[in-house]
C-alpha cells in the first residue's frame, strides 16, 4: 500500500461528529483518507492533497497541499457550490460531488449542514425520513 498523509485528527474528529450522528453511517478507509457511507452509497470523502497529488483533487481544488472533503449535493445548492469560489470546487469526475478545501478559515457549521445535506442526497427514504 502506498504510503499518503493522513487527514489530521483534528478534522476527522469534527467530520465523525456530524456524520456518525447520522442514521445507519458506516466509517471507512478509501484508496486515500477516509469515507462516510449511507447503504452501498459514500456521502463524504475526506483526504490529504500532498506535493499535488492526487492529480485530480490537486486540479479540482486549486490545493498542492492541504485537506479536501467531497460530497454529494443536488439541484440548486450543486448548482450554486458547482459555482461557487474557494473553498469550493467541483470536481469534473462526478456529476452530482462538489468539494471543500478544509483549513483554518473553514466554517465548521457550513461544513455540516452540507454534510447532513449529502446524506440526505444519498439516502434511502426510510432513513431520510428518521431525520
Known sequence: MADYAEVPDEVLERLRAVCSA???VVEERAWRGTRWRV?????????EVEEGRPKS???ASGL???SVLTFRAEGGELAALSNAPH???KPAWATNVVGVVLDADTDWEE???????SYRVSAPKRLKALL
Open 22 to 24: 447520522l442514521p445507519e
Open 39 to 47: 447503504g452501498q452509497r459514500a456521502f463524504a470523502h475526506v483526504l
Open 57 to 59: 483533487y490537486a486540479e
Open 64 to 66: 498542492d497541499d492541504g
Open 87 to 89: 473553498p469550493f470546487f
Open 111 to 117: 461544513v455540516a449542514e452540507l454534510l447532513v445535506e
